[in-house]
């Protein structure tokens, strides 16, 4: 019967114990099963935690709920002061580079296997007070399905399992339906761009539009004067 290896074990308090914290003869249990699981400490191999797979906890299902667990531990550690606020590895809807976004500190806690009002459940439920604000779902062996992307009711990235043990501040989706991100580059562009086009507004008494039309600074080819040139968006496809 294969072995099990566990990222973590817990106590009889249902704390997170770490392999390195670990002493032999210490009485552990499984976070999935519950069953009671081995410390191994020797002088060669990495110190682990193992136990027999059996039919109800499997190498996948220790990968999942382990994954889940610590996201919510990390999000526990960061609201109690603990530690910096984890991070989503982001593509900017802007540039398109990869760039890390903190969670927003409004979010509260992170509690597992969630029911949303869709019906669904959620692996990992960010709340903010009394809402559930967005979910995380972990990917080992099947991603999560088109029927449940579509019918969910918040945003949510999907993670890989194996990828969260090794880095749980970290997160890298495979799925990433959370609300639009824009970097810190674009936004501080954005930004002197529109105090750019309102000073050249105000100069030239032209109107900023505030929807439909596209606009930017250029120079008038006849007088040389930066103005405002506004175009439809159909015209740029």
């Known amino acids: ?3 099990l290896k566990m990222p973590f074990a817990y106590s009889d308090e249902k704390h997170i114990v770490w392999p ?3 002493a032999k003869g210490q009485q552990l249990f499984c976070p999935c099963c519950g069953d009671d699981i081995i ?3 020797g002088p060669v191999r990495v110190w682990h935690f193992s136990h027999k797979a059996t039919q109800g906890c499997n190498q996948e299902t220790v990968v999942h709920q382990s994954a889940k667990i610590l996201i919510q531990y990390v999000v526990r550690e960061w609201k109690q002061g603990r530690s910096i606020p984890p991070v989503v ?3 900017c809807r802007i540039c398109g580079e990869i760039s890390s976004q903190p969670f927003p500190d409004k979010v509260t806690d992170a509690v597992l296997e969630k029911r949303l009002s869709d019906g669904s459940v959620a692996d990992v ?8 604000a967005a979910a995380i779902e972990v990917f080992v062996t099947h991603e999560v399905d088109e029927k ?3 019918g969910l009711s918040v945003p949510f990235v999907e993670v890989d399992g194996y990828q969260v043990i ?3 501040e970290v997160l890298s989706p495979i799925t990433d339906r959370f609300k639009p991100f824009t970097c810190r580059k674009c936004f501080d562009s954005h930004r002197k761009f529109l105090a750019k086009t309102r ?4 100069h030239t008494g032209q109107s900023v539009p505030a929807s439909y039309y596209l606009y930017a600074p250029q120079k008038c080819w006849k007088c040389g004067r930066v103005i405002l040139v506004y175009s439809w968006p159909e015209a740029t496809e």
Do not use: Q
């Not at 439920?125 to 559930?132: P, R, S, T, Y």
């Not at 000073?199 to 105000?202: F, G, L, Q, R, V």
């Open 166 to 168: 090794e880095r749980p």
């Open 89 to 91: 590895e982001r593509a």
């Open 1 to 3: 019967m294969a072995e």
């Open 199 to 202: 000073e050249i507004a105000d």
């Open 125 to 132: 439920a960010l709340i903010i007070g009394d809402e559930v």
């Open 148 to 150: 449940k992307k579509a």
């Open 20 to 22: 390195k914290e670990a």
């Open 39 to 41: 410390f191994k400490a």
